[in-house]
C-alpha cells in the first residue's frame, strides 16, 4: 500500500527540513518539504501517517555484527538480533565471519545467505573472513554481493588469526574489495598477558585490566601495520572499532568517497571508559578494550574532524552466564544494535552527522546500492525517531536479543525509535514487531 508520512522532520546527511516522504511498495516515490497539498491528503490510496513533528531518517546500515548463526545461536541467531536490529531502527546490516563453522569459503557463505532469506527482519549481507591459506576463496567470491574481506590482525573466534606475512601481502596486493580490519597484535597482548599472570593467582585478576592487556600499543601498531600495507598495495583498508587516540594520527580527513583508507567506532567507545568497569564489570569487556576519558574524547573530536567514517556496534551477545569470572575467564564482547541510534542522538551529536556517520556513509562506503539516505527512488529504509520530553532510562527488560541484557542498562537517552520501516513495509512500530519478512539482501557496487 502507499503510504504519506507527513509532519516530520526530514533528517539525512545532507538534509534538515521539515516535510514528508511518498513510499509506493518498496520505493520512496517523493520527498517534499513543508505540507503535502490538499490533494495528496485526500488521495484515498494512500495510507496517512502524521509524525507528528518527530524525525524521518534512513534507516541505519550496522555493517559491523556478530549475529552468532550457525553454531552459536544459544547466544543469539539472525532471527533474534535482527529483530533487535529493526527495534533499534537499524534497516540493514553486514554479519562477522567468525561464527561456527566459520564463514571463510563461498560455500558456508552461500549457506548464510539461504538461512537469512528465510529469517532475518532486516536486510542482510556477509563477510568472507581471511585465514591464512584461503587466499583463493577470497579472489574468487562476487563482491557485488559480498560486501568485503574480514581480517583479524588479532585472535579471534574460530582461530582466524591471519599471522602469515605472504598471506598478507597476497591479500593487500590483490583483494577486489574492502579489507575490514580488526587490528590488534597479537605479540603485544601475549606480553601483557604473561606480565598480568605473574602478578595475580589464577582467576582473580581484574576486570579493570582489560585494557591493560589489550592496550594502546597492540591497538595502534596493527592499525599502522594495515595502514602500511595498504598503501604500499594500493588496497581499500576499513579500520574496525578503533579505541584509542593514537589510532586517529593513522587516519586523513575529507569525504568517505575518496578515501582508500577509512575507520570506523563505536558506541560503546564514545560512552564507556575503563573507570566504568567498577559499576558495569564484564558488560563492557569488548575486544579492543574500551580505554581512558581522553581517548573517548578524542574519537568524538575525531568525528567531527571527518577522521572517524562511520558508527557501528560490533554487536556480538553473550549469556550472562559467559560474563562471569575474572578477566581471562569472562566472555568479551557485548550487544548494542537495539540502542545505537538512540545512544548516538542522545550524545548530542547533530542528527544529520549521525545519519551520516550511520546511513549515508556506510552506504557509500560499501557501494550499497539505493540505501542510506532519502532520496526519491531509493529503497524505503527509513526509521522515526521520537525526541523525547523526558529522559528514558534502559533496562534489561527491553531487550529484544536473545542474550537478554544490555551494558547501556541504567543508560538514559533522549531518543526513541518509534517505527521502522524495511523496504516500505512497517517492521517495528511502537514496541511490536512484525512477523512477515520484507528483507533484501544487500547489493554492493565498486567505487
Given at each position: 500500500m502507499k503510504q504519506l508520512i507527513y509532519n516530520a522532520v526530514i533528517v539525512d546527511a545532507d538534509k534538515f527540513f521539515n516535510g514528508y516522504i511518498v513510499i509506493d511498495d518498496s520505493k520512496i516515490q517523493l520527498v517534499g518539504e513543508g505540507e503535502p497539498s490538499a490533494d495528496l491528503l485526500a488521495d484515498s490510496s494512500l495510507l496517512l501517517i502524521d509524525c507528528n513533528g518527530d524525525m524521518i531518517m534512513p534507516g541505519a546500515i550496522d555493517t559491523h555484527v556478530h549475529f552468532r548463526d550457525p553454531g552459536l545461536t544459544d547466544k543469539g541467531d539472525m532471527k533474534s538480533e535482527s529483530r533487535a536490529a529493526?527495534?533499534?531502527?537499524?534497516?540493514?546490516?553486514?554479519?562477522?565471519?567468525?561464527?561456527?563453522?566459520?564463514?571463510?569459503?563461498?560455500?558456508?557463505?552461500?549457506?548464510?545467505?539461504?538461512?537469512?532469506a528465510t529469517t532475518s527482519v532486516a536486510n542482510y549481507a556477509f563477510f568472507i573472513g581471511a585465514t591464512n591459506d584461503n587466499i583463493g576463496q577470497i579472489l574468487e567470491a562476487d563482491y557485488t554481493r559480498v560486501p568485503g574481506i574480514k581480517l583479524f590482525l588479532g585472535s579471534s573466534t574460530g582461530n582466524m588469526l591471519v599471522d602469515n606475512d605472504d598471506t598478507l601481502v597476497q591479500l593487500f596486493a590483490n583483494a577486489k574489495s574492502i579489507i575490514a580490519v580488526?587490528?590488534?597484535?597479537?605479540?603485544?597482548?601475549?606480553?601483557?598477558?604473561?606480565?598480568?599472570?605473574?602478578?595475580?593467582?589464577?582467576?582473580?585478576?581484574?576486570?579493570?585490566?582489560?585494557?591493560?592487556?589489550?592496550?594502546?600499543?597492540?591497538?595502534?601498531?596493527?592499525?599502522?601495520?594495515?595502514?602500511?600495507?595498504?598503501?604500499?598495495?594500493?588496497?581499500?583498508?576499513?579500520?574496525?572499532?578503533?579505541?584509542?587516540?593514537?589510532?586517529?594520527?593513522?587516519?586523513?580527513?575529507?569525504?568517505?568517497?575518496?578515501?582508500?583508507?577509512?575507520?570506523?567506532?563505536?558506541?560503546?567507545?564514545?560512552?564507556?571508559?575503563?573507570?566504568?568497569?567498577?559499576?558495569?564489570?564484564?558488560?563492557?569487556?569488548?575486544?579492543?578494550?574500551?580505554?581512558?576519558?581522553?581517548?573517548?574524547?578524542?574519537?568524538?573530536?575525531?568525528?567531527?574532524?571527518?577522521?572517524?567514517?562511520?558508527i557501528a556496534t560490533d554487536h556480538a551477545p553473550h549469556l550472562p552466564a559467559d560474563k562471569k569470572g575474572d578477566l581471562f575467564k569472562a566472555a568479551s564482547g557485548m550487544p548494542g544494535i537495539q540502542f545505537s541510534l538512540p545512544t548516538m542522538l542522545s550524545l548530542e551529536l547533530q542528527p544529520s552527522l549521525v545519519s551520516k556517520l550511520m546511513s549515508g556513509n556506510p552506504a557509500t562506503l560499501f557501494g550499497i546500492k539505493n540505501r542510506g539516505y532519502i532520496r526519491e527512488g531509493y529503497a524505503a529504509d527509513i526509521v522515526r525517531v521520537a525526541v523525547l520530553d523526558e529522559p528514558h532510562t534502559v533496562t534489561d527488560g527491553e531487550v529484544i536479543s536473545k542474550c537478554g541484557w544490555t551494558p547501556y542498562d541504567g543508560t538514559r537517552l533522549n531518543h526513541r525509535v518509534v517505527t521502522t520501516w524495511v523496504n516500505g513495509f512497517i517492521a517495528f512500530d511502537n514496541n511490536t514487531v512484525a512477523t512477515q519478512l520484507h528483507a533484501q539482501p544487500l547489493r554492493f557496487e565498486s567505487r
Open positions: 529493526v527495534a533499534g531502527g537499524v534497516t540493514s546490516y553486514i554479519d562477522m565471519p567468525n561464527t561456527r563453522p566459520a564463514t571463510v569459503s563461498i560455500e558456508t557463505w552461500q549457506k548464510k545467505m539461504d538461512h537469512a580488526h587490528a590488534e597484535d597479537e605479540a603485544t597482548i601475549k606480553t601483557n598477558r604473561a606480565t598480568i599472570e605473574s602478578r595475580y593467582k589464577a582467576g582473580e585478576v581484574p576486570l579493570q585490566l582489560h585494557s591493560v592487556l589489550r592496550d594502546r600499543t597492540a591497538c595502534f601498531k596493527a592499525s599502522k601495520h594495515a595502514v602500511e600495507l595498504a598503501r604500499k598495495h594500493g588496497a581499500r583498508l576499513h579500520l574496525l572499532h578503533i579505541s584509542t587516540f593514537e589510532e586517529l594520527s593513522l587516519l586523513e580527513p575529507g569525504s568517505v568517497d575518496t578515501k582508500m583508507i577509512t575507520a570506523e567506532t563505536c558506541p560503546h567507545y564514545l560512552l564507556f571508559t575503563e573507570t566504568d568497569f567498577s559499576t558495569k564489570g564484564a558488560r563492557i569487556k569488548c575486544n579492543p578494550a574500551i580505554k581512558a576519558d581522553s581517548d573517548r574524547l578524542a574519537l568524538i573530536r575525531g568525528i567531527s574532524e571527518s577522521l572517524i567514517d562511520t
